[in-house]
């Protein structure tokens, strides 16, 4: 699953090194905390991986999905 833009991908990245332990876990806030617990070292990955030059800074969220 691509991320949906910049700061989502930058989030996921900030989560996936403290998931490895690069950096620590107390660190982290927001959305890149929410992550942490929630998703795989896998999942944030995908998320971390995604190319972001054509995505949006910011995507608001839809509380339609």
């Known amino acids: 699953?691509?991320?949906?833009?910049?700061?989502?991908?930058?989030a996921a990245g900030a989560a996936l090194s403290a998931k490895r332990g690069e950096t620590a876990r107390q660190e982290l806030f927001g959305a890149s905390k929410a992550m942490f617990d929630s998703m795989t070292e896998a999942e944030l990955e995908d998320l971390a991986a995604t190319p972001h030059h054509?995505?949006?800074?910011?995507?608001?969220?839809?509380?339609?999905s």
């Open 1 to 10: 699953m691509p991320a949906r833009s910049k700061a989502q991908q930058q």
């Open 54 to 64: 054509d995505l949006p800074d910011r995507v608001e969220d839809d509380d339609d």
